[in-house]
């Protein structure tokens, strides 16, 4: 079509074929590059780029074609790692529990069990009971979100006195802390003199997402600083501030720190557990209770240390 020896003036019928073999052609070029693009960011704009000056430059087909794809493209990878960051996740937090159960148990075998003083026993016992929880609240959690997402979970509202709760959570947290000699982490309350003390709510599930916003304010708290749970009034709302001192959460971090299975980079960083259910069931909990929940982090005079605050906002 192209190979003439002298000059040559195309009828309409050629310049249609030319132009859609050069949609052609650059569909089977992007097709051939599709393993590539779904592992490097391979925008739009330098794709083009790569067309300039050539007949499908300004082609509404390969333009479309190329948007789709792409957008197809970017999903799967999308979707690609986060199963690869799911089960690894769930195979690391699955193995440490397995591991010390398996020493534990190799230990209170039947010989060995023998030569051990009860202290030690109850020791292994101990590790047992812990690391199968850990497994158990693992399961929990995934069959909890399962149920969320399929609308199988429902909300029965009753009357709460906050201040005991507040103070429960407060008391057994606590508790925890202070045992763990690598953190030493303390606990404060503060509730605003006109803040209701009663609201009309589900109490297993409010229970729930205060626990669970408590353990990862301690899971990423600094050492030896405070965990601050405060209670406040907005109009026909009340509002429950979790906040502690850690290292900042993005602006990324916040677009995807509510979603399953996503995890911040300085959790990833440090090797801090879990696999990124608490705060996605936390969500789910809230919008079930009618609410809402958000997180803010503020930067401090030190650099390293940012006050991170989720905040869970219910009518009363």
């Keep these: 079509m192209v190979g003439y020896l002298q000059p040559h003036q195309s009828t309409k019928q050629e310049c249609e074929w030319l132009q ?17 693009v779904t592992k490097v960011n391979f925008d739009r704009e330098s794709a083009f780029n790569l067309t300039k000056g050539s007949p499908f430059e300004s ?12 957008q197809q493209l970017e999903q799967q990878r999308q979707l690609n790692q986060i199963k690869d960051e799911i089960i690894t996740a769930i195979s690391d937090r699955a193995r440490n ?43 929990d959690n995934i069959v909890t979100l399962k149920r969320l997402e399929t609308h199988e979970v429902s909300s029965n509202p009753e009357p709460i006195a906050l201040q005991p709760l507040v103070d429960e959570l ?11 000699k690598r953190k030493q982490l303390a606990i404060a309350i503060q509730v605003e003199a006109n803040s209701p ?17 408590l353990t990862n304010a301690g899971n990423y708290s600094k050492p030896g600083t405070t965990v601050t749970i405060s209670v406040t009034q907005q109009k026909e709302q009340v509002a429950i501030a979790v906040t502690n001192l850690g290292l900042a959460i993005s602006k990324q971090e916040q677009t995807y720190i509510f979603e399953s299975f996503r995890r ?19 969500k789910k909990l809230v919008e079930l209770l009618n ?3 958000g997180v803010v982090s503020t930067s ?17």
């Design 300 to 316: 401090t005079e030190d650099p390293k240390t940012y006050i991170n605050s989720f905040t869970l906002t219910l009518p009363i």
């Design 20 to 36: 859609a073999a050069s949609e052609v052609s650059a569909i089977a070029f992007y097709m051939a590059q599709l393993e590539t």
């Design 59 to 70: 082609s509404q087909l390969f333009k479309k074609w190329y948007d789709m794809t792409h």
């Design 291 to 293: 609410g809402r929940i």
């Design 97 to 139: 529990p397995l591991s010390s159960m398996k020493m534990a148990m190799e230990m209170l075998s039947t010989e060995r069990s023998r030569s051990l003083p009860p202290e030690s026993q109850a020791k292994y016992w101990d590790i047992l009971k812990q690391e199968w929880q850990r497994l158990n609240d693992l399961i």
């Design 170 to 180: 407060a008391k057994s947290f606590q508790q925890q802390w202070q045992s763990d």
């Design 264 to 282: 911040g980079e300085s959790a990833i960083e440090q090797s801090i557990p879990g696999v990124g259910l608490g705060l996605s069931l936390v």
């Design 197 to 213: 003390l009663m609201i009309r709510s589900d109490l297993q599930h409010l229970r729930s997402i205060l626990n669970e916003l």
